[in-house]
């Protein structure tokens, strides 16, 4: 694994010596410069010069409608991120998002301050939790783009910021899969709708990397007409226990079909596995299908069907737990403000909540359902 790394930075390496070399040995070969030709040169890098300051707020809502079996007025929550807390009104984040672009250089800078922001970085409430994205990026040409810093996951459907998401709500999948990576990628257009990426970041969801090792990611995207589709692999070391290693493994699908300008098909296929010495310690696999349907200019609804299944370690025979979620969510734009009126209902087999959470829920609940309503203001 080692010799892997040392070789995947390497060939990053030489990839971009190469490129640098293309480009100082094309411009030995220039011809003097004439005065017009500099003068459009320095007016096309001042329209390139692109600097961008965005945001948004977001809060709501969310009344349970299903109380725990046995222990009256005690209601249950969602076991997925974001809205945890029951019967309650609630903040989610108050976020900033520099960009700029400079020629073949960039950066971003994203900050966020509330609870969105504390439980999209583990759950850690010191300074560092604030950041939410801060990398930068080198373009040696159109086709090649580098990246060094924190950035926001590839693996998934949905993300952390509330304005890209149609369900205020997130998935079981989103809630078990990384928020965001520290470390370097290089994006490459193999094609016209033909892309790939690899990487190697710290631990997941890490700003540093406190286990030894890295993780490897990787993406293989491919575009054409109204279809969009993303193969993304990651893999590495997730706990040093004692002698033995507790290694992870993820497989995602994510796609998208534009079936109209009034709908929009979406799917998130995920496999999650650990292992130690090669023997399986269990870990998820789930599907969720998404549907946009624009009922006006101002009006769109979105719908999401997830099946999430837990799976058993090697060699452990069980019924596995599993639950099946169902949401509904309006989204009223008023401007720039966006209202989500959204009904959720989750339904477990298997004592899927006991085993997801036994510390939320008793052993015979096998159904959450709630209403929320959500307001983000984005700017």
């Known amino acids: 694994m080692k010799q892997f790394f040392q070789l ?10 190469s ?11 220039l011809l003097p410069a004439d005065p017009e030709t500099e003068a459009t040169e320095d007016k096309e890098e001042e329209e390139d010069d692109d600097f961008s300051l965005t945001g948004y ?14 222990a009256e007025g005690v209601y249950l929550p969602f076991g997925t991120s974001f809205t945890e807390f029951t019967n309650t009104f609630g903040i989610g984040n108050v976020n900033l998002l520099a960009e700029k672009s400079l020629g073949k250089v960039g950066f971003v800078g994203q900050i966020g301050f509330g609870p969105r922001a504390v439980v999209g970085n583990g759950g850690i409430g010191n300074f560092s939790a604030t950041v939410q994205q801060l990398y930068v990026t080198y373009s040696p040409s159109d086709a090649v783009t580098f990246t060094l810093g924190n950035f926001g996951t590839f693996v998934g459907y949905e993300v952390i910021d509330a304005p890209a998401n149609v369900n205020y709500s997130t998935s079981y999948l989103f809630s078990n899969g990384p928020f965001y990576h520290t470390g370097a990628k290089v994006d490459i257009a193999i094609a016209e709708g033909f892309g790939a990426m690899v990487g190697i ?16 990611g990787a993406q293989l995207s491919a575009e054409t007409g109204g279809l969009a589709a993303y193969f993304n692999v990651l893999a590495g070391k997730e706990a040093e226990l004692g002698e033995n290693d507790l290694n992870e493994f993820q497989m995602d699908l994510t796609a998208t079909l534009e079936v109209s300008e009034s709908f929009m098909l979406g799917l998130n ?10 023997d399986g310690q269990g870990g998820f696999f789930g599907t969720a299908l998404y549907a946009t349907i624009g009922a006006s200019e101002t009006v769109d609804v979105g719908l999401r069907a997830e099946y999430f299944n837990l799976t058993a370690p090697e060699g452990v025979t069980v019924d ?13 734009t008023v401007g720039d403000l966006r209202i989500i009126p959204e009904f959720r209902f989750d339904t477990g087999s298997n004592n899927f909540f006991n085993a997801y959470d036994g510390d939320t829920y008793g052993a015979s609940d096998e ?9 983000v203001y984005s700017f």
């Open 57 to 70: 707020v977001d809060a709501y809502y969310q009344g349970n409608l299903t109380e725990m079996e046995g």
């Open 367 to 375: 159904s959450v359902a709630a209403f929320i309503l959500a307001a």
């Open 201 to 216: 970041f710290n631990d997941t969801d890490g700003k540093i990397d406190d286990v030894s090792g890295k993780h490897i």
């Open 8 to 17: 995947a930075i390497g060939l990053m390496f030489l990839t971009s010596m």
């Open 320 to 332: 596995e737990p599993n639950v099946l979620s169902l949401t509904a969510s309006g989204n009223i």
């Open 19 to 29: 490129l640098f070399a293309q480009d100082a040995s094309t411009a030995g070969e």
């Open 269 to 278: 296929a995920s496999s999650y596995s650990t292992s130690i010495d090669g």
